[in-house]
């Protein structure tokens, strides 16, 4: 008997228990239909806008989780770049942006290049873009592949990071021109690359 009495107070409990974490949960965690975001600098100066059909604003951690994401970058005021990804993570006070899944970053001055990667991590207090695994870059002209690569805006120059693959992409379907190195440097504005090998020479390959 005085274990049935033990029963029927513990299940009220239980009951109350599972209820206070469905009230946590509605409340901590808001879902936003269409999300369309500008982002300032304390001169405000417009940083970057963002936008996402569909979110989640945690408010215990402050974190927008948003899906299809597409982010605006600015500079001087004018579009830079264009980004999207399947899905990203607004963190730190709107500070730290994590882009993942079929992240493709287009350059507005240069059309023609298209820059993929797995993910994509800025912290807007620098001015440089961190990607990982299976970074490209491709143009007309070159394709340039690492699983890591950094983009630096004020340069508008990628790093990608050892081990480096390089094509040229010739008119004649039948020539390339191949070159493996640790550390490769492209310019978005002028469309160079630099090569860099601190142990061993550039490998290079010449097909015909």
Do not use: H
């Not at 990804?85 to 500070?95: A, R, V």
């Amino acid at each position: 008997m005085i274990s049935l009495y033990k029963l029927l107070f513990i299940i009220p409990l239980i009951i109350l228990g599972c209820k206070d974490k469905k009230i946590d949960e509605k409340y901590l965690n808001q879902s936003i239909n269409t999300l369309n975001m500008n982002i300032f600098s304390n001169k405000g100066i417009k940083l970057f806008s963002i936008k996402s059909p569909n979110s989640i604003y945690d408010k215990e951690s402050n974190t927008f989780n948003l899906k299809e994401t597409t982010i605006n970058l600015f500079q001087d005021e004018k579009l830079e770049y264009i980004i999207n990804s399947d899905k990203s993570k607004l963190s730190n006070n709107n500070k730290i942006i994590v882009l993942s899944g079929n992240v493709i970053v287009k350059t507005i001055n240069q059309q023609d290049d298209k820059l993929t990667a797995n993910s994509f991590t800025w912290n807007i207090q620098n001015s440089e873009f961190l990607l990982l695994g299976n970074v490209k870059l491709e143009n007309s002209l070159v394709t340039l592949s690492s699983n890591r690569a950094i983009l630096k805006k004020s340069t508008n120059i990628i790093e990608f990071f050892n081990p480096v693959k390089y094509k040229y992409n010739n008119s004649i379907k039948d020539n390339r021109y191949e070159v493996n190195s640790e550390n490769a440097y492209y310019n978005i504005d002028n469309k160079s690359i630099n090569f860099t090998s601190k142990e061993e020479r550039v490998r290079s390959k010449i097909y015909f």
